[in-house]
């Protein structure tokens, strides 16, 4: 049986995925890629797990905190021109292609939320990095969607006492 993957293949793979992300800054990805999975550790944590399986629970989550959540200064992600031509991955015809994320208007503002949070973390690290909208041709965008992300997740991870003790809680 053969072993998979080579020491060159790993190394050919390490050095395409860097390139793939290699139009976004490091420190920045980075932060994204631990908040965001820190953040889903806290949410099983606090018992936001689906009944049998290892996975948050985001609709849980999402009804435990819908009647308090702000916005804050951020504002309506529906609003935003960040989010205008806002893509996320999608299947048709038997093979993978994008759509336009569209605003479910009877979603909460958390829900909605909650969706482009995670369309932002699916995209960059599920979605084509090398088709037209995981590309990097906008860099400054897709920067200031992991920043818009980030400062959401903190928004989130506050509004739910027991989700931030978990999150903020020493990690061992």
Avoid at 76 to 104: V, Y
Wanted: with cysteine.
């Amino acid at each position: 049986m053969r072993e998979f993957p080579s020491d060159q293949e790993k190394m050919e793979i390490r050095e395409r995925t860097r390139e793939a992300y290699s139009h976004i800054d490091d420190d920045l990805i980075l932060d994204f890629f631990i908040v965001f999975s820190r953040f889903e550790y806290a949410l099983k944590e606090a018992g936001y797990i689906r009944s049998s399986k290892a996975e948050v629970n985001w609709c849980d989550f999402i009804e435990k905190i819908e009647t308090d959540f702000s916005l804050g200064p951020l504002g309506n992600p529906k609003n935003m021109d960040l989010f205008k031509e806002f893509k996320t991955q999608t299947i048709c015809e038997d093979k993978l292609d994008w759509r336009d994320f569209k605003f479910n208007e009877d979603n909460s503002n958390a829900n909605n939320v909650v969706n482009v949070i995670r369309t932002i973390r699916n995209n960059l690290f599920h979605g084509g990095k090398t088709s037209e909208f995981c590309s990097g041709l906008n860099k400054s965008r897709d920067e200031e969607l992991m920043k818009y992300a980030l400062k959401y997740i903190e928004i989130l991870i506050n509004s739910e006492s027991n989700v931030r003790n978990h999150f903020y809680d020493t990690v061992t």
